[in-house]
């Protein structure tokens, strides 16, 4: 993200990174966790390739709202 952004670019910005990095198919956020301004979610969902995969997403709580970190593809799932 960049700090001179306004939040529709931000959201563009991360929508795009998501895109990238996470399952693109029905995902759904199963659980997570909130430590101070620091949230983790677990994303659920399908890959484009039709692997259902699960991700983590680290966001960080900005002046604005949520902003999108980091995200890992930890595993896939039955």
Same mark, same amino acid.
């Given at each position: ?7 529709? %670019? ?28 620091? %949230? ?6 399908? /890959? %484009? ?21 980091? %995200?890992? /593809? ?5």
């Amino acid at each position: 993200m960049k700090d001179y952004n306004d939040d529709k %670019a931000n959201l563009s910005e991360t929508t795009t990174i998501l895109d990238l990095w996470l399952p693109v198919k029905d995902p759904a956020i199963t659980r997570g966790t909130l430590t101070g301004e620091v %949230a983790v979610l677990a994303i659920e969902g399908t /890959m %484009a390739s039709g692997v259902k995969a699960l991700s983590l997403v680290r966001m960080i709580k900005g002046p604005s709202g949520w902003l999108f970190d980091q %995200a890992w /593809m930890v595993g896939w799932l039955d």
